[in-house]
């Protein structure tokens, strides 16, 4: 799994990091980090935090498609 932010559209609700705290810090006020390539094992976390953004600043990459597309 693969994770992107867009940091321009995040505004620092920290929604995603009551849910998912091991993927994702808030630094100060409003300043998040966070794990790009977390654990599988955190996905339902995350897709959780994603879920809560108010603004939808998280997107999820699906890297099970990769597996099919390397066929050549």
């Known amino acids: 799994m693969r994770i992107v932010v867009d940091l321009n559209r995040c505004q620092g609700y920290a929604q995603c990091v009551y849910l998912a705290h091991e993927v ?16 599988d094992e955190r996905r339902l976390q ?3 935090a994603a879920a809560a953004c108010p603004v939808q600043a998280i997107m999820i990459d699906r890297v ?5 597309g390397a066929t050549s």
């Open 24 to 39: 994702f810090r808030l630094h100060g006020q409003e300043a998040l980090t966070y794990e790009p390539n977390p654990d």
């Open 46 to 48: 995350v897709e959780r």
């Open 64 to 68: 099970e498609g990769a597996d099919r």
